[in-house]
């Protein structure tokens, strides 16, 4: 079956809230599932002053979760969930779940997509169940 032949991927969405742009929208997402295998861990940085950049409520530096998204007879997809705080006990090839994942579509100019936030990465252990809140919309 050609990629063309193929039936598009449905992931569980929930919208969650507006946010300040009437056509952003975000939505919080089941990763009942989604298996994520960390490949990249780095710091946000202010694109011009190129100082960290910071959690406004906290103060607490954001950081960027470079992972495969694997999903059982599916292609894996790359994602980036940014998540505050540095992640601990987390390297390339360790598997991940993450608090509260959501999606957030955006426009800029004639540029859009969807970027991923989480409230927390961890490292997966067998065995555990879903942290409450993670994935669910409440």
Known sequence: MTRAQQPARQIALEPVARSVREDDMQFRV???GMTFIVGGIRG???FETKVPVLEKSSGVPLFDVDVMAVVTN???EQLTVRVVGQPSGI???TRVRFRDLSARTWEMGDR???SFKASRVEPFAAGQGRPS???KAA
Do not use: Q
Request: cysteine-free; aromatic content about 0%.
């Open 30 to 32: 089941d990763t009942d």
């Open 44 to 46: 946000v940085m202010d």
């Open 74 to 76: 599916e292609r894996p």
């Open 91 to 93: 390297e390339i090839g």
């Open 112 to 114: 859009h997509g969807v």
């Open 133 to 135: 809140g993670e994935g």
